[in-house]
């Protein structure tokens, strides 16, 4: 069992920067692939990045690339998603997940088979 928590949400302008944490149990986190992905009020939830096992490989949705980046630290059991350049557009709910073993593609959610609670990302204009 892998439990998820999401920190470091908030309320910004336009053009800020946020760096959001999720912090993982488990003794092998090196081998888990982790992604974020996020939900807005009134749409589905949607992929934003992923990084594989070992930090061997990133991928992020065209809509945040080039101002979002997910890094990990393995000692630490934690990912963290910089976001730069935050646009009203980027608001919703952040979901970290995990991933034990690769499934199916990695930008979907079927993918990932723990998810953590969420948390609030407000970009104001």
């Known amino acids: 069992q892998v439990q998820l928590v999401e920190s470091g949400g908030g309320l910004v302008q336009a053009g800020d920067s946020l760096r959001l944490s999720c912090a993982a149990s488990?003794?092998?986190?090196?081998?888990?692939?982790m992604a974020w992905f996020r939900q807005a009020p009134g749409k589905e939830r949607e992929f934003v990045a992923y990084?594989?096992?070992?930090?061997?490989?990133?991928s992020y949705a065209d809509s945040v690339k080039g101002r979002f980046t997910i890094s990990r630290d393995n000692a630490k059991n934690t990912v963290y998603l910089q976001m730069n350049s935050l646009k009203p557009e980027d608001t919703a709910v952040y979901y970290c997940a995990a991933a034990t073993s690769v499934r199916t593609v990695l930008t979907t959610q079927r993918a990932y088979n723990y998810w953590g609670q969420g948390t609030q990302v407000t970009v104001s204009s």
């Open positions: 990084n594989s096992r070992g930090g061997a490989g990133t």
């Open positions: 488990g003794r092998t986190f090196s081998d888990y692939y």
